[in-house]
Nanobody, 124 residues
Framework: QVHLVESGGGLVQAGGSLRLSCAAS????????MGWFRQAPGKEREFVAV????????YYAESVKGRFTISRDNTKNTVYLQMNSLKPEDTAVYYC?????????????????WGQGTQLTVSS
């Protein structure tokens, strides 16, 4: 059974930093692209970042480009999201997701497994 478990969320002031982690089990981690999504209250789930299987390439939503960095450690079956210069509009539940597709995608429906999410709140 596949499990994705996010951690590292919390309350941070605007301008601060935080790192999210997502530990995966029950799958061959290196065969999956890993993505981060977020969902704010009353809004649809939106793409944040994705990293390909090898970790050599990454892609970001425009809203986080230059502030967030996605990375992975295939020896630890873990994907990370380093978030800097946080803004109140970054407040959301953050989800990690795994996709076995051949191509990276920003669409939630392309992802096969999801974590339960971790809350990030950025205060102004």
């Amino acid at each position: 059974q596949v499990h994705l478990v996010e951690s590292g969320g919390g309350l941070v002031q605007a301008g601060g930093s935080l790192r999210l982690s997502c530990a995966a089990s029950g799958l061959t981690f290196s065969r999956y692209a890993m993505g981060w999504f977020r969902q704010a209250p009353g809004k649809e789930r939106e793409f944040v970042a994705v990293i390909i299987r090898s970790g050599d390439n990454t892609y970001y939503a425009e809203s986080v480009k230059g502030r967030f960095t996605i990375s992975r450690d295939n020896t630890k079956n873990t994907v990370y999201l380093q978030m800097n210069s946080l803004k109140p509009e970054d407040t959301a539940v953050y989800y990690c997701a795994a996709s076995r597709g051949l191509y990276v995608s920003s669409r939630p429906r392309e992802y096969d497994y999801w974590g339960q999410g971790t809350q990030l709140t950025v205060s102004s």
